[in-house]
């Protein structure tokens, strides 16, 4: 059986279960010696109100007295609890999610790389320059040349199939994206942004301009 009253930490601050409703003078003699003894503790806490019975009057006449005469932080009803809960969840979710929590794993190099040349990342690999022809560029994950990518392009090694391949200028002579390989033909010829994906384990290469791959995301996002 329930006690009639009783006060216990639950989490980050503290619920007082009331069994039965009762008369306001017997609620208060019932409740004052429990928050005596930790008054310390309950100064600035959260308290949980779990009230049998149904008096909308209860959890304001309990509030006024409590930030009174322990200065609790707040008062509320324990109804209220789950989607607190629920919503500090989501948002540890997106504190997960957010690049600000993440560590780079991208290599950024910069200059040409020539024929008889390789480049390998384990993960993103970022080139401001081109890659000549006979000249080779490998990524763990997505591979972005900012510059004429006419070599050889492998990007989601081994097995990332959504990784993606982007070149300012895209004439690759060979495309390998997961364990997809392509020898083209790649490229419209206008030197407009263009990149390769991969689509029902076909390598695609569309527009980067037109069709951005990422255009519809609502939010950055971290990049795995």
């Known amino acids: 059986m329930d006690q009639t009253v009783s006060l216990k930490g639950v989490g980050d601050g503290l619920r007082l279960h ?55 932080a707040e008062v509320i009803p324990v109804e209220t609890v789950q989607p607190r809960q629920q919503e500090s969840r ?13 560590k780079s794993d991208v290599l950024m190099m910069c200059g040409r790389v020539r024929s008889g040349q390789r480049i390998q990342a384990k993960g993103h690999l970022v080139l401001m320059g081109d890659v000549n022809p006979g000249g080779e560029v490998i990524a763990g994950g997505d591979l972005i040349i900012l510059g004429s990518l006419c070599g050889m392009a492998m ?45 029902e384990d076909t390598i695609i290469v569309e527009d980067y301009l037109g069709n951005p791959p990422f255009g519809r995301l609502p939010w950055p996002e971290f990049r795995a």
């Open 18 to 72: 009331i069994g039965v409703p009762m008369a306001r003078e017997k609620l208060l003699a019932e409740i004052s010696p429990l928050f005596d003894r930790i008054r310390q503790l309950a100064s600035g806490a959260r308290i949980t109100v779990d009230a049998s019975g149904e008096d909308p009057d209860l959890l304001p006449f309990l509030r006024d007295f409590l930030i009174r005469e322990y200065a609790v």
């Open 155 to 199: 990007a989601g090694q081994t097995q990332k199939k959504d990784a993606i391949i982007v070149a300012l200028d895209f004439r690759p002579t060979l495309l390998h994206i997961g364990q997809q390989v392509s020898s083209g033909p790649f490229g419209s010829g206008n030197k407009n942004p263009e990149y390769a994906f991969l689509r």
């Open 90 to 102: 989501k948002r540890q979710r997106d504190v997960d999610k957010s690049w600000e929590n993440r």
